[in-house]
């Protein structure tokens, strides 16, 4: 018997990502879409990831990128000489990362992953914040693998939502993979939810129009 598509896996994503580019869009039950910028993501670190990059770079310390992607950011922390660790689902995203040089495991952000509870930073960037479209429990994650006095660098969306949907990847040719919840968080979201995953807010910023939160154990 066949084993059932998967999400991220056996999608449009995976063929983009071996590709290196799009267009991508996660379609929505109502038909709504949402663009992925899956270019940007299979390019070098952009001026947008920058002020990201400064961050993990101040801490001094190793970071784990949940939801990789292509790698990119992991790649240009080995760069700036800090300690990094890409983790993807995806095995294109990780074959990728890895072909950068950099370090990628491919498996769940929920599996059992190294040196837990003893990260500098572990990154949500790129709308990885939707990861299985459980906020809550994707924080209390974030939150179990920082140590004590590390950060949990999140991206949120530009205005203020707090939806979760079904969704589905949609590649050019209108092919769409399987359906997976996902979610979408704006700031005042992410932060009350994050209070309940024992998080509190420890800066904010924004960079080329893309919102940031920096949350640390309260």
Same mark, same amino acid.
């Given at each position: 018997?066949?084993?059932?598509?998967?999400?991220?896996?056996?999608?449009?994503?995976?063929?983009?990502?071996? /590709?290196?580019?799009?267009?991508?869009?996660? +379609?929505?039950?109502?038909?709504?879409?949402?663009?992925?910028?899956?270019?940007?993501?299979?390019? =070098?670190?952009?001026?947008?990831?920058?002020?990201?990059?400064?961050?993990?770079?101040?801490?001094?310390?190793?970071?784990?990128?949940?939801?990789?992607?292509?790698?990119?950011?992991?790649?240009?922390?080995?760069?700036?000489?800090?300690?990094?660790?890409?983790?993807?689902?995806?095995?294109?995203?990780?074959?990728?990362?890895?072909?950068?040089?950099?370090?990628?495991?491919?498996?769940?952000?929920?599996?059992?992953?190294?040196?837990?509870?003893?990260?500098?930073?572990?990154?949500? /960037?790129?709308?990885?914040?939707?990861?299985?479209?459980?906020?809550?429990?994707?924080?209390?994650?974030?939150?179990?693998?920082?140590?004590?006095?590390?950060?949990?660098?999140?991206?949120?969306? =530009?205005?203020?939502?707090?939806?979760?949907?079904?969704?589905?990847?949609?590649?050019?040719?209108? +092919?769409?993979?399987? =359906?997976?919840?996902?979610?979408?968080?704006?700031?005042?979201?992410?932060?009350? +939810?994050?209070?309940?995953?024992?998080?509190?807010?420890?800066?904010?910023?924004?960079?080329?129009?893309?919102?940031?939160?920096?949350? +640390?154990?309260?």
């Amino acid at each position: 018997m066949t084993a059932p598509a998967a999400a991220w896996v056996d999608d449009p994503f995976a063929e983009a990502v071996r /590709a290196g580019r799009g267009p991508l869009w996660l +379609r929505q039950e109502d038909g709504a879409r949402i663009p992925l910028d899956v270019e940007r993501w299979c390019a =070098p670190a952009a001026a947008s990831d920058h002020s990201l990059l400064r961050r993990c770079l101040r801490l001094n310390a190793p970071v784990v990128d949940l939801g990789c992607g292509p790698g990119r950011l992991v790649a240009a922390l080995l760069a700036l000489g800090v300690p990094a660790l890409g983790v993807d689902i995806t095995g294109a995203a990780v074959a990728r990362t890895r072909h950068l040089g950099g370090p990628a495991l491919c498996r769940s952000v929920f599996d059992r992953l190294p040196a837990e509870g003893r990260w500098g930073a572990a990154l949500l /960037a790129d709308g990885n914040l939707g990861i299985g479209g459980d906020p809550d429990a994707l924080l209390r994650r974030g939150a179990e693998l920082i140590a004590p006095n590390g950060l949990l660098l999140v991206e949120v969306e =530009p205005e203020e939502v707090d939806e979760r949907a079904v969704v589905r990847v949609e590649g050019p040719d209108g +092919r769409l993979g399987p =359906p997976f919840p996902w979610a979408r968080l704006g700031p005042a979201a992410t932060l009350r +939810r994050a209070r309940t995953a024992g998080l509190v807010e420890a800066e904010r910023w924004t960079s080329h129009g893309r919102p940031f939160l920096a949350l +640390r154990k309260g």
